[in-house]
């Protein structure tokens, strides 16, 4: 049995990640969804809302789990007993980032490998960050995001005076 890892901030899910989720979620026994909350960083949603949205966004993956940590992702793997971690590749610029971190996380824990998911082309431009600022100036998104990210969203960026929300 192995148990796979799919680390992030999910803030929010897009669908991307829920693409990467059902890949890992059809290859690997066991897919335990992390969501990051690193105290240093200041997000848009609450770890419980991201959590949530996370949840609800993978509720139709029997074998996927998802859980909020904090602190180094190698600590929690051993303790979810995982040991394969996978990130979603969107373009060339995401390598550099992800090889960095591939190396770091091997050199703290040599027992865990990690997987990359090469994403789909009309995922590629996808990324919670560019959803958001979308949505903020009006833009359609309901083809981006699970529809509780949507509405979330919507509860929580009422449209801007003048701009009609899509
Ligand atoms: P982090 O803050 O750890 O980068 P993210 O939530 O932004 O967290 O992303 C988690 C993982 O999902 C990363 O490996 C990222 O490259 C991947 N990912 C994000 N958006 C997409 C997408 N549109 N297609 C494929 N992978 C994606």
Redesign the pocket.
Known sequence: MIRAM??????P?????I??AERAAAIFDDLTVGV?NNSQKKYTFSKEERETMTREALSHLPNVRVKHFEGLLVDFMRAEKCRVI?????ALS?FE??FQLALMNRQLAPEIETFF????AR???????AVKEVFHFGGAIHDMVPPGVFRRLRERFPPLPGLRQA
């Open positions: 799919y680390p992030g901030s999910f803030d899910i897009t669908n991307g990640h693409y990467i990051l996978i990130r979603g590749l969107r995401d980032y992800e998911i090469v994403t789909e995922y590629s431009y996808l990324s919670s960050r």
